[in-house]
């Protein structure tokens, strides 16, 4: 099979690996040209996940029209607040018989759309013609061959399973789902989480806190999902649950960096400043909780983040208030 990978991000880089692994033909684009020549000549990401050494199969390339002429199937990682411009690039040469795996998580700051939404209004894709990869899957354990697992969520669940085939193996397991709203909505919002996870760490709490956190985090996202059509049983599954784990308590989660380092006393500014990668939850965030309030659902935990985040509040008295709130049942906000 032919494959396409948008963003030769540190993810962009694993799926194009894990997609030459399975013996397909794998081109992949990067937007900076040093990244192409790197992985061209020497198999490897200068810029990004650059202890990793990359399959020899793979292309690399800057040309955005190459990129999108070479295969039907588009794996799609480059980050959703830049995916919008680069898929207007791409509208005038989209094929009727493309199919798109987006692996991209978040929500668009401006729109408060998400992936397939953006594609839709953008590219012009047709709905049945888009998917969503998503899971507990960090991009250095996926080259290395880690055993891992993700959930491959269509629209057209007649595509699922010949995508399952090609793109599964002994390192990654992918799982079919028909609940595509869940699975974009869980990869997106685990990453609030995961900041309020790093903020705990970086105040020098313990494993209660990050326990009642990852419960209670776990419990609002799925609330809003759920408001937004998703299905509840995705955000206990691997693009929920298992996702959130992994990036809640991990040192390898761009997000968890982000909050440690915010409950250790720097900037949000300072620490942006000194990433080259993105880290989805610091714009999801903010979306989430305007999300939440136009439909009137309640997320204290989100609200907190958005204010800490926006620099309205400080991560200790952020918790503070959050401990203080009204006593509820278990099964309230």
Same mark, same amino acid.
């Given at each position: ?6 963003g ?13 692994? $399975?013996?397909?033909d794998?081109?992949l #684009? ?5 990244? %192409?020549?790197?992985?061209?000549? +020497?198999? $490897?990401?200068?810029? =990004?996940?650059? +202890? ?6 793979i $292309?690399?390339?800057?040309?955005l029209e190459a ?6 199937? #588009?794996? #799609? ?6 995916s919008? /411009?680069? !898929? ?9 018989e493309?199919?798109l ?13 998400? !992936?397939d939404?953006?594609a839709?209004?953008?590219?012009g894709?047709?709905?049945?013609? =888009? ?6 899957? =960090?991009?250095i &354990?996926?080259? $290395? ?9 269509? /629209? +057209? ?6 995508l399952q085939?090609e793109f599964?193996d ?5 799982y %079919? ?15 609030v989480v ?7 760490? @970086? ?10 956190? !990852?419960?209670?985090?776990?419990h609002?996202?799925?609330r809003? @999902?759920v408001a937004?059509g ?10 929920g649950?298992?996702d ?14 982000? @909050?440690k ?8 500014e ?6 080259? &990668? ?9 979306a ?10 309640? *997320? ?6 958005t ?11 952020a918790?503070r208030m959050? *401990?203080? /709130?009204?006593?509820?049942?278990e099964?309230?906000?």
């Amino acid at each position: 099979m032919r494959i396409s990978v948008f963003g030769a991000g540190s993810w962009g880089c694993a799926l194009a690996h894990q997609m030459a692994r $399975r013996g397909h033909d794998v081109l992949l #684009w990067a937007f900076e040209p040093e990244v %192409a020549a790197g992985i061209n000549a +020497d198999h $490897r990401n200068p810029v =990004f996940l650059t +202890d990793a050494e990359l399959h020899p199969g793979i $292309r690399a390339t800057n040309d955005l029209e190459a990129a999108a002429a070479h295969a039907d199937v #588009w794996i #799609w990682v480059v980050p959703v607040q830049f995916s919008r /411009r680069v !898929m207007n690039r791409l509208a005038p040469v989209l094929r009727d018989e493309v199919v798109l795996v987006s692996a991209s998580k978040g929500i668009e700051t401006d729109s408060l759309k998400r !992936m397939d939404e953006i594609a839709g209004e953008a590219l012009g894709l047709l709905p049945e013609r =888009f998917c969503c990869l998503s899971g507990p899957t =960090f991009a250095i &354990e996926v080259v $290395r061959g880690d055993p891992s697992a993700a959930v491959l969520a269509c /629209r +057209d669940m007649g595509r699922a399973p010949s995508l399952q085939e090609e793109f599964s193996d002994r390192h990654l397991r992918c799982y %079919a789902g028909s609940d595509l709203i869940g699975v974009e909505l869980a990869g997106a919002l685990k990453n609030v989480v995961a900041i309020a996870a790093g903020i705990i760490d @970086g105040l020098g709490l313990g494993a209660n806190t990050q326990a009642a956190l !990852m419960t209670r985090g776990l419990h609002e996202i799925t609330r809003l @999902g759920v408001a937004l059509g998703a299905e509840a049983d995705t955000f206990r599954g691997l693009a929920g649950m298992g996702d959130l784990v992994l990036t809640s308590t991990s040192g390898l989660s761009r997000n968890r960096q982000v @909050g440690k380092r915010l409950g250790q006393g720097e900037t949000l500014e300072e620490i942006l400043g000194s990433m080259r &990668e993105v880290a989805e939850g610091v714009k999801t965030t903010p979306a989430a909780a305007q999300l939440a309030a136009n439909l009137g659902i309640e *997320m204290p935990i989100t609200e907190a983040m958005t204010a800490i985040l926006g620099g309205r509040i400080a991560p200790a008295e952020a918790l503070r208030m959050l *401990m203080t /709130r009204q006593l509820k049942l278990e099964t309230q906000l």
